[in-house]
């Protein structure tokens, strides 16, 4: 069974009378050479003398016109014997029926093995590769030479995934053939992670629209691999629009059905588009005298040759009807056409795939009678070691045979044999269609596909012997999105394909180093993504180094506050013994001499990379220095507000004996002795020097003691800042406790407090030094530095957190020291004759300042007062 024609001819529908069976048309080259090489194996066959050498061979050829329905009636009239198909009955006679080959395409094939595996009749196929074929219990008596579309579906899987592409379309033929073989690459590349561009099927016989339909998606697609397991008959009216509609720059991959078919690779103009076609073809080989006995057929043979050669010359053979058609024919044929100059597929034996499979499937009935015709009586295999008799044999005894068939085959030496399950071996060839320099398409062998190797080595192919479409070498890229450079990752879009999607780049901190990468890896703690974001790197470690400039610069300020306080002091050492130095405890102002040059040092502990010790250090001599300064500058302030509340009692005391003594002058007659205010000693305050001392040694000793507990229970210790920056590492000194170091300076603070008060409360004490004022505005300067300093210690990071820090230290420790010793070195150096004790002195600032005067000069004058009028009464 061959389908010799394409189609069926328009028939009558008319469904009042008894159907008939329908005329074919479109005389197909390629499968009459198939039907020619039948006839040429039979004949090699009935030649022989060691192959059935008491046994001839017969044939008879029905036409399935590549339609199920005349498919299945050749079926039904072959099983009857004669014109009339008769089910279930043999009404003919002569040799016994042996197997049928073919029936052609897979669907062709499904519909016939239904109804012979109902009789348990042998049919061997030679170009139905349909997987559906392999199902036992539904095809108990199918075999076939050429291998299931399983073992093809993965070489086309394979080859995709071997150039890499990722975005496809698909075109299958609407039969089994097509649907099944589509739907098995889908599977298998699908699961390896290759996206569905597009599915379209192409329609049986003629449909416009449906047609144009597959050229638009092919069109509209991004998609430049197109997969498609069809028919060359089937696929001729597509080629016939993308030719049309000039569709270029696709690579196509061809299913053996059409990969070597002439009627496609010699249609005009196809090698601008099909150029570069990549295929699956069946094992070639060469059949030798098969060419000569091609070319030397009798036109007059019977029906199906006439009609061939009447086709291939466009001539009529019979007088009568070339009369009757002269105007729509070239003439009439003599019968003696050469067949050599004839350039048509019929002809052309290069490519022998699916003729060579037709070939061994004539030898294999062959092989299968011969052994069934030579069985030994008693060693047979069927009941009791019996044979069956060559002459009359049923259909399932010759069935036993053909399973188990063996034999190699001529000219090629191949073995052949079925496998347990009535398949054979997956063996392709990759083909290429290249252009020649003559213009015309060639099929050039590139790899092959062998399904009994290991999964890994199956398929060998030679990349760089392939000519690719518009004959290039380079491989072509077909991808919905292009591949995610390191540094990005994918981002899916919804609604499409896990193959259609945008590279994200990684986030700060993230990276991606392969390329695809679905997701970025962070970074670990101690890293950070480069600029690229393709790797991790150290983040930069940072720290206010001694070395670098500001640390330099910060460190020449404190050196040179310490040089100054220094200085300060031996300026007061020299001075020890003048009123100036004495006026206010000369120890005490060594302490707060003392204590800034400790805030002017410790400054510079802040600097360089954080340790145990240098955290420890720096925090605790700042609390220290800050306790004892501050405790030192509140000692000279009480004293000093003690001093004022004094000179103030005495004011007020001499403000009431004048307004008694001016009543006693406004009334003479009544005298009023009233006793005189005691002096108040202004060189004898209610604290002395000891006391102030003490107040400051206590205050720093509880300073110490707090920090002695700090320092024992969570100390502060060196840590790694990630979090302020990403790119940077911060060593910093972490202080162990919030609580603790709050604690802490809040003390320092409560001490400020305290001295400020005091030292406003003195501020209008009076004397060309105006000690009080200085400690005023020197503790004024102080609040304003660390006030200033909370907002830009919080809005910085880093080195420079560091830097505001020391330089609030240093601002604060000038200030107190310029506030409170500058004034002091102006008399001490400039103005030597102010330092006499005269000077140092305080009065008290009145109302009025014709009233001002020192205490002592305003207790005497009220005493004189007072006793004068007493006198003169």
């Known amino acids: 069974m061959f389908s010799v024609h394409k189609s069926l001819a328009s028939a009558d529908s008319n469904t009042t009378s008894e159907p008939i069976s329908s005329g074919c048309e479109g005389f197909n080259f390629r499968v009459f050479r198939w039907t020619q090489t039948m006839l040429f194996a039979i004949n090699e066959i009935n030649g022989r003398t060691d192959l059935l050498p008491d046994t001839d061979l017969g044939y008879v050829i029905y036409d399935s016109c590549f339609t199920i329905s005349k498919a299945v009636e050749g079926t039904l009239t072959y099983l009857t014997g004669q014109d009339e198909a008769v089910p279930n009955y043999r009404c003919g006679s002569g040799a016994p029926l042996a197997a049928l080959v073919g029936a052609g395409g897979s669907d062709l094939s499904i519909a016939t093995a239904r109804i012979l595996g109902l009789y348990y009749f042998p049919q061997v196929s030679y170009s139905s590769s349909c997987s559906v074929l392999e199902s036992q219990f539904q095809f108990p008596t199918f075999l076939r030479t050429i291998p299931s579309d399983a073992h093809q579906s993965s070489a086309m899987a394979r080859l995709v995934l071997h150039f890499g592409w990722t975005w496809v379309g698909t075109i299958a033929s609407d039969d089994d053939y097509g649907k099944n073989g589509i739907k098995e690459f889908k599977e298998q590349v699908e699961e390896a992670g290759v996206c569905i561009s597009f599915s379209e099927t192409l329609p049986k016989g003629s449909s416009p629209e449906n047609i144009q339909k597959i050229v638009r998606a092919v ?37 053996e059905a059409w990969v070597t078919a002439a009627t496609v690779s010699r249609h005009p103009g196809v090698q601008q588009m099909l150029g570069g076609t990549l295929g699956f073809g069946l094992r070639r080989a060469d059949i030798p005298n098969l060419q ?5 057929i009798d036109p007059y043979d019977h029906p199906l040759t006439e009609e061939f050669w009447e086709t291939a010359f466009n001539c009529t053979l019979d007088y009568g009807r070339a009369l009757r058609n002269a105007k729509a024919r070239a003439g009439l044929c003599s019968g003696r056409e050469s067949l050599q100059h004839l350039n048509n597929t019929y002809t052309d034996v290069s490519q022998l795939r699916i003729t060579y499979s037709v070939y061994k499937a004539v030898y294999t009935v062959a092989h299968a009678l011969h052994n069934l015709e030579h069985c030994e009586l008693g060693k047979g295999p069927f009941e009791n070691g019996t044979c069956a008799d060559i002459n009359n044999f049923e259909p399932w005894q010759l069935m036993y045979y053909l399973k188990n068939v063996q034999f190699l085959v001529p000219h090629t030496g191949e073995r052949f044999e079925f496998r347990e399950d009535r398949d054979v071996d997956g063996l392709y060839e990759i083909i290429n269609w290249q252009t020649t320099p003559e213009g015309e398409l060639s099929y050039v062998q590139v790899g092959f596909y062998n399904s009994t190797e290991p999964a890994e080595s199956r398929m060998t192919i030679n990349n760089t012997s392939i000519i690719w479409n518009s004959d290039i070498f380079e491989v072509p890229r077909s991808v919905c999105s292009e591949i995610c450079q390191p540094g990005t990752r994918k981002g899916i879009r919804q609604g499409e394909p896990v193959c259609c999607f945008d590279c994200i780049p990684c986030a700060d901190g993230e990276i991606s180093n392969t390329s695809d990468a679905r997701a970025c890896i962070q970074c670990s703690e101690d890293d950070w993504s480069n600029a690229n974001r393709d790797a991790c790197v150290p983040k930069t470690i940072e720290f206010l180094d001694f070395g670098e400039p500001l640390g330099i610069t910060l460190i020449a300020i404190a050196a040179f506050g310490a040089l100054v306080t220094i200085l300060v002091g031996g300026v007061f050492l020299v001075h020890l013994s003048t009123p100036m130095v004495q006026v206010n405890d000369a120890l005490l102002s060594f302490f707060l001499l003392f204590s800034l040059v400790v805030t002017f040092l410790c400054s510079i502990v802040f600097l360089g990379e954080p340790r145990h010790w240098s955290c420890m250090t720096s925090q605790v001599a700042l609390a220290m220095g800050f306790a004892l300064c501050l405790s030192s500058i509140m000692g000279k302030s009480v004293v000093l507000m003690l001093r004022a509340r004094a000179i103030k009692l005495t004011r007020n005391a001499a403000k009431a004996a004048a307004k008694a003594a001016a009543a006693s002058d406004q009334s003479p007659d009544v005298v009023q002795s009233a006793p005189a205010p005691p002096a108040p000693k202004s060189d004898a305050d209610a604290l002395q020097p000891a006391h102030q001392r003490a107040i400051a040694v206590v205050c720093t000793l509880i300073q110490a003691v707090a920090c002695t507990v700090w320092l024992c229970l969570l100390p502060p210790h060196p840590t790694k800042n990630t979090a302020s920056q990403n790119i940077k590492i911060i060593l910093e000194c972490d202080p162990g406790n919030v609580v603790f170091i709050c604690c802490i300076f809040a003390y ?16 209008k004490l009076e004397d060309h030094f105006s000690e009080a004022k200085s400690i005023t505005f020197g503790m004024l300067v102080f609040f304003i530095v660390w006030i200033s300093f909370v907002p830009a210690y919080l809005s910085t990071r880093g080195k420079f957190m560091v830097a505001v820090q020391i330089f609030a230290i240093l601002a604060s420790s000038f200030g107190l020291l310029a506030c409170i010793f500058l004034p002091k070195c102006y008399v001490l150096l400039v103005k030597p004759e102010r330092n006499t004790q005269e000077q140092m002195r305080q009065r008290a600032l009145g109302k009025d300042a014709s009233n001002t005067g020192t205490s002592a000069s305003l207790t005497n004058t009220m005493a004189t007062t007072v006793s004068t009028v007493c006198a003169d009464d």
């Open 292 to 296: 000569s006995h091609l070319l030397s």
């Open 219 to 255: 069109v509209e697609s991004t998609a430049k691999i197109i997969v498609v397991f069809s028919s060359d008959v089937d696929l001729s009216p597509l080629l016939d629009e993308l030719l049309r509609q000039n569709v270029t720059n696709r690579t196509w991959i061809a299913s």
């Open 748 to 763: 320092d603070i409560l001490l400020a407090l305290l001295a400020f008060a005091f030292a406003f409360t003195a501020r």
